[in-house]
């Protein structure tokens, strides 16, 4: 039997067929297309992540003479789809990196009391990126379509929906919601009523790795005989993928955007650092995340935008041969603001330091450090609350360069895992589709490498880094007038 796990992605829809033991047996990938109408914003057609699925899924049949016994589906968290009574779609989906909702966060935190009454009942205050202020965001903005609105769904949960006609969620993505509490299990009562909105417009919550159906779309017919299985955020489902799933394991994920993430017995809140509280896919278990916001879309920006037209391996080569703490140069990676530990909405790149004696190799080398700096003060926030951490996997894209895992480790000051499989969300998931038949999955986690930071460079990056907090903390205001100064044209 086969088992697939499908991860609706910010850049791009994956698929994955695994056999009983964990093997990958296909895999497939199609890029998506994102829109930026304005500064700050960002938004994808769900309509492209429903064809694009198909196309995946008819890709892998294509290269297998088994049939898929299950399937399951992890996807991008906070970002918010829209349906009418019709089950179609009103508008572009509003991406979890969309920042356009500061005012509605603030407006809704006062509603509620202030930020600690939030935290203390939904877990996380209410950031740009979650779903709650999309849709105060739609009500003032866009009342024509919030009129209309009959269902609100998270990416995943549209997909599935696709497949199988029916509505639901999971605990893991709607802890992500600021309308969910991780800590009671339910929605809450009181956002709901803020917001002006009725459960019924809600997903009902099942558990993750429940089977929710057999395929019925029409555009699949050759799955007809295939259930799915409810997944999980791609956070979540990408630490179950990697064996992230007790007490003390942690991962970091070096993806578009990049996270730390912490395994707990009991939901600790964070009142101070800005790291997040969710459910796991795991039943009754927590995890807490520190996001930032622009990782590996931190080097594809530079890439591009400097036109640097060159292999990966030369990429590598390039960014390796150069000194640690990059001659001098220093970048903030917060091209679309930033979440852990600034939420900061309006924080923006910067490159500093630069002089005549710098070269391309140097900025590039600093990307790769701007991104490690970002990620540590997040892994930093997290051990600030007292979290016992065993082991450390590294996984997504950006894992893949060996000197940007190096540059990590050396700044955690920590052994970094690598792993023989690394198929992210997409992998989580294909353990939930096949433990739903029953399938013993723990054997399926085996590491291959593990990375150790190299003493003198952790003593360089402990200095770089005080003074790259220091540049945040000069220019946190400067960020706020230039946002201003754009809005007014």
């Known amino acids: ?122 877990g996380n205050p209410i950031l740009t990126g979650f779903t709650a202020p999309k849709i105060l965001w739609l009500k003032e903005n866009e009342p024509e379509v919030f009129q209309k609105v009959c269902t609100f769904m998270l990416p995943k949960d549209y997909i599935i929906f696709k497949l199988t006609k029916k509505i639901t969620t999971e605990p893991s993505d709607a802890s992500g919601t600021s309308i969910y509490s991780p800590i009671t299990g339910e929605y809450d009562v009181k956002m709901m009523d803020i917001l002006n909105i009725d459960e019924k417009t809600l997903p009902p919550i099942i558990d993750s790795g429940e089977v929710v159906g057999k395929v019925t779309a029409p555009e699949l017919p050759e799955l007809s005989e295939t259930f799915v299985v409810q997944g999980g955020a791609d956070n979540a489902a990408a630490a179950y993928g990697c064996g992230v799933e007790n007490p003390g394991d942690s991962m970091v994920s070096v993806g578009t955007s ?54 990966f391996s030369e990429i590598e080569r390039i960014a390796a041969s150069k000194k640690t703490g990059a001659n001098g140069v220093i970048f903030l990676p917060y091209l679309n603001g930033e979440r852990t530990p600034h939420r900061d909405p309006y ?62 480790s050396d700044n955690f000051g920590v052994i970094m895992q690598r792993l023989s499989v690394d198929e992210g969300a997409a992998y989580g998931v294909a353990r939930l589709a096949a433990e739903s038949s029953g399938i013993d999955t723990s054997s399926w986690i085996k590491v291959t490498k593990s990375i150790k930071p190299i003493s003198s460079n952790m003593k360089h990056y402990n200095k770089m880094i005080k003074l790259y907090r220091k540049l945040y903390i000069s220019l946190k205001e400067r960020f706020q007038e230039l946002d201003e100064m754009n809005k007014g044209g």
């Open 1 to 122: 039997m086969l088992y697939a796990g499908i991860d609706i992605g910010t850049s791009s829809v994956k698929g994955i067929l695994v056999d009983i033991n964990g093997n990958i047996v296909a895999k497939k990938n199609i890029q998506i297309s994102l829109q930026t109408p304005k500064p700050g914003w960002m938004e994808q057609d769900p309509g492209e992540w429903w064809s694009a699925t198909v196309k995946v899924i008819k890709m892998l049949v294509a290269e297998i003479n088994e049939p898929i016994f299950s399937l399951a589906v992890s996807g991008q968290m906070h970002s918010i789809v829209v349906l009418d009574s019709s089950g179609e779609i009103l508008r572009p989906a509003i991406l979890w990196c969309d920042q356009r909702t500061s005012k509605q966060c603030q407006e809704l935190t006062l509603k509620y009391g202030g930020e600690k009454e939030v935290i203390k009942a939904l």
């Open 258 to 311: 990049g996270t730390v993430v912490t395994v707990l017995e009991k939901p600790i809140m964070d009142f101070e650092h800005g790291v997040h509280l969710f459910n796991h896919v795991r039943k009754g278990v927590f995890y807490h995340m520190a996001v930032i916001l622009s990782a590996t879309n931190s080097l594809n920006w530079f890439l591009d935008r400097f036109a640097i037209d060159k292999p």
């Open 347 to 408: 924080a923006r790149g910067v490159f500093f330091g630069i002089s005549s004696f710098n070269d391309t190799g140097d900025l590039l080398r600093s990307v790769y450090e701007g991104v490690a700096y970002a990620l540590r003060d997040g892994y930093e926030s997290i051990i600030k609350l007292g979290d016992r951490i065993n082991s450390i996997k590294i996984v997504g894209g950006g894992s893949k360069s060996n000197i940007w895992s190096q540059i990590i």
